[in-house]
């Protein structure tokens, strides 16, 4: 069982920047990627960024691209997203997830372990 808890999140200006981190524990937290999913209100969840057990592969979506950034701690137990130049389209409830597998994936079915979320607000 592996617990995620997300952090980070609140209001900032378009144009600012956030950092959000996910903390994790459980006994079998080992060679799990990450990834970080959102939600807006009316639409479903979509992939944001994952990373691979190591910390040397990322994908990212194609709307964040060049704006966000995923990495690992060195303790490989947490996670961050470094959001900048966030725009209005950013807003959501921001979602830590877990893939029991070391190779990083964008399909959220594929990742087993959820946090509670984090919620971005982002003003015009």
């Known amino acids: 069982q592996v617990q995620l808890v997300e952090s980070g999140g609140g209001l900032v200006q378009a144009g600012g920047s956030l950092r959000l981190s996910c903390g994790a524990s459980g006994r079998t937290f080992s060679n799990t990627a990450m990834g970080w999913f959102r939600q807006a209100p009316g639409k479903e969840r979509e992939f944001v960024a994952a990373?691979?057990?190591?910390?040397?592969?990322?994908y990212y979506a194609d709307s964040v691209k060049g704006r966000f950034t995923i990495s690992r701690g060195n303790a490989k137990n947490t996670v961050y997203l470094q959001m900048n130049s966030l725009k209005s389209d950013d807003a959501a409830v921001y979602y830590c997830?877990?893939?029991?597998?070391?190779?990083?994936?964008?399909?959220?079915?594929?990742?087993?372990?959820w946090g509670q979320g984090t919620q971005v607000t982002v003003s015009s």
């Open positions: 997830a877990a893939r029991p597998s070391p190779v990083a994936s964008g399909t959220l079915s594929e990742y087993s372990y």
């Open positions: 990373i691979n057990w190591s910390g040397g592969t990322t």
